[in-house]
């Protein structure tokens, strides 16, 4: 969700000019309006691409992964008219993370991968048909890929999130057997909810990192590996309504300090899958 926070300098000058008609106050009201909203996007999209590059360098340099840029022009907008996504791989499969609705599957077929990374317009156009326009955005010399602060909210990143606990964990030296992500939908009141937590296996019971409490210890009877449902569950509460798991490559790259950095606080963060 963007906040868009009024200017109280920008809104003193409109209203001086305004209340002159003489000198074409209205059409001048118009002028500023037009100039917040301009500043009100750019920002949005700055932001937006802020997020894309924290995501990529969570998920690391092992993990192939392309930051585009996307014009939509959908009548009625999910998305804004200008975004940033990132498209990475993992366990076979292209992944589509906004900072708008999180991390989605993008690939439309198995096996096809070299096909799908050469063109990303018809996957685009799967989930959003008025996804038009896209470009990949190259790092500019000298440019971080985590811009936003050690610890900072990834919104709605918890898919990522919980990749980038499995590489500290791998860095750390801990024993992790069968990773893999645990998604599930749970339903509250009338809205449903998705989310997504690291599950593996160690000392013959089941460990789950989730990234809203990545402090917590959280440990299950091994059984319950056999049905993603019940696991969820346990970890979320009876309100889940459905939950697949996506098995996961153990890490082969360092991770870097600002993975350690986001891994040891504990952001707010809106969550989707």
Sequence with gaps: MIVCRKDSAVGRFSATLTCDRRYGGVRIKLLISIF???????????????????????????????IIR???????????????????????VLWFYTDVDGTQSFSLHRNR???????????????????????????????????????????????????????VLVARGVVVAEPRLLSYYAQKASRRQGHTVLAYSAAGRVAVVDPLRPAAKLLFPASLSADPKELARAVQGPEVMHAIVLPLPLP??????EIFAANETSPSITSSL
Aim: proline share 6%.
């Design 70 to 92: 996307v014009e939509n022009n959908a009548r009625t907008r999910k998305y804004p008219h200008i975004l940033h996504a990132l498209v990475f791989e993992l366990a076979g």
């Design 252 to 257: 082969k790259g360092p991770a870097t300090r």
């Design 113 to 167: 991968l070299a096909a799908e990374k050469a063109d990303f317009a018809p996957l685009l156009r799967d989930i959003e048909p008025g996804f038009g326009r896209w470009t990949v955005v190259e790092a500019a010399l000298g440019e971080t890929t985590a811009e936003l602060p050690n610890g900072a909210e990834l919104p709605n990143g918890c898919f990522i999130e919980s990749y980038a606990a499995l590489r």
């Design 36 to 66: 917040v909203l301009l500043t009100t996007v750019c920002a949005a999209t700055a932001e937006s691409l802020r997020h894309a590059r924290r995501a990529q360098a969570l998920l690391g340099p092992e993990v192939w992964s392309q």
